[in-house]
């Protein structure tokens, strides 16, 4: 009898130590409406997901997934490149921010390549902005954007990196409040108008700009 009652109090420590180290519920389950999103557009790439909710109940084991380990909580996710088919075109897939706001310590974010557009109707990027309090890279590039999910942005007082490159933008619009951010990449741009790169002067952090591949030859049309 004793050695059992050993055995359960072992049993119990097991199961509390392995809670100790866990992910948080509202991330787990965030993480799993994401590949449901993924799955239920058909992106391409879903099965890169496939061992999310499977292998581990702890999510910070799961692939793409880095979390802080002290709090548990989530840092980086890594998103790219999941409705991609490098072969044949996929189906646009509207942003739905929503799916984003319990990742409260999220520092890295990269969604690139995933022909995503502007988001649904008041689920854009603007949603996050307060919840955000430790975002420092944001990977947009190789989407579907334009000019109009800039301003949603603005909020984004503490990200350091940005990349918009091989979007829709045209530069119609300008960025702004961005006090932090240091890099931000502007590859493969076609800008038909000078607003966006004449704001890049307002953002007080700023030191690089990449532009290759970027056509500049409409400014100052008509002027
Ligand atoms: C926590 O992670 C950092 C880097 O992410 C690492 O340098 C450090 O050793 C880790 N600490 C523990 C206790 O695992
Ligand atoms: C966006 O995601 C949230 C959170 O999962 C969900 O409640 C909402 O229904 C989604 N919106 C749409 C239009 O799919
Ligand atoms: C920009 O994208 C949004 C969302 O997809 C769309 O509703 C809007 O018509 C687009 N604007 C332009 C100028 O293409």
Known sequence: MRQMWVWMLLMALAFVNDRSHCCLDEERISLLEIKAWFN????PGSYYLDGWGKEHFNCCNWDWVVCDNTTNRLIELDLSYVNYDG???VEDLDLNASLFLPFKELEILDLSANQLVGGLKNQGFQLLVSRLRQFEELDLSDNKFNDS??????GFS?????DLSSNMFIGSTGLNGLRKLETLYLDSTDFMESILIGSLGT???LKTLHASDSNFKHFGKGQ
């Open 87 to 89: 072969l044949n075109a």
């Open 149 to 154: 999910i800039l301003s949603s942005l603005s």
């Open 40 to 43: 239920h557009a058909g992106a």
């Open 203 to 205: 953002l007080p952090s």
């Open 158 to 162: 503490t990200l350091k990196s940005l």
